[in-house]
Structure formats: C-alpha cells, structure tokens
C-alpha cells in the first residue's frame, strides 16, 4: 500500500501543482489584460460597458491567482512531506484540498474560445480532484507502519 500510495502521490499533488499554478498564470494574465483594455474608459463607459458584456472582475481573478499558487505550492510541499513522513501530513493535505477549492470558488466565470484553454475556474475544479486523490496517496505513503 505504501508504494502506491507513493505513485499516487508523486502523480497526483505534481499533477495538482502544475493544474493550478497554470491556472493562476491564466487568471493574472487575463486580470492584466482586462485592465490594459479597461484602462482608458471613464467610469460612465465602464458601467454601459459593463450592462452590455459581462465583464469579470480583476480582483476575483487576482485573488483566486493568488490562492490558487499558494494551493500549487501547498501540493509541491505536501508531496514532500510525504516522502518524509512528517506528521503534519493530514494538515498539509487539508490545506491543499481548501486551497483549490476556494480558488474555485473565487474564481469568476471565463467564457473562452476555443484556441483560449480551458477557464481557471475549470483548471481549479480539476485540481480539487487531483489534490483529494494526491492526498489519500500522501497519507498512505506517510504512514509509520507497512
């Protein structure tokens, strides 16, 4: 059991890494974007533009960025943790489960073309997937007994 759940974490939380932190380089680029483009409007233009096409909100996108690397970042640890055998494993796993999750929830809705990639909110909900199956493979890796 301890073997694969050294497989399943090594794929799974480097899996979870990668989905969001390339989710919160898509959100912080897209929140970049929308100021250039919203830069030079006066805020009358900004409200009719606004009523017209929905607009999503540079600081949800920055938050959710945000979290989402520090999500990527508690997965790269965890996985870590995991191959150490450190107590804190359970708690590490927690956070990392949280922290995509509530990217997922900060992130707002992205309608995307299709030479866009997938949403970040999508790419956060993935990495709720990976990081509750990286988790269990981290806790049966760190276990103390075969």
């Known amino acids: 059991m301890k073997i694969l759940g050294f497989i399943l974490a090594l ?9 969001t932190l390339a989710a919160a380089n898509k959100s912080h680029h897209l929140a970049s974007e ?33 979290v989402g690397a ?3 970042l508690a997965a790269l640890v965890l996985l870590i943790a995991a191959f150490v055998k450190r ?25 995307t073309g299709p030479a866009d990639g997938a949403a970040p909110r999508m790419l ?4 709720i997937a990976l990081a509750a199956v990286g988790a269990l493979g981290a806790m049966l890796a760190s276990r103390r007994r075969a």
């Not at 107590?87 to 309608?111: D, F, N, Q, R």
């Open 34 to 66: 929308l100021s250039t483009v919203t830069a030079g409007l006066s805020a009358s233009d900004l409200k009719l533009v606004d009523k017209t096409i929905d607009i999503p909100s540079t600081g949800r996108l920055n938050a959710g960025a945000l």
């Open 70 to 72: 520090l999500g990527g």
């Open 87 to 111: 107590e804190w494993v359970g708690a590490l796993s927690a956070l990392t489960i949280a922290c995509a999750a509530i990217s997922a929830a900060i992130y707002p809705h992205v309608p």
């Open 11 to 19: 794929l799974m939380l480097a899996s979870t890494a990668f989905v």
């Open 124 to 127: 956060a909900l993935v990495a």
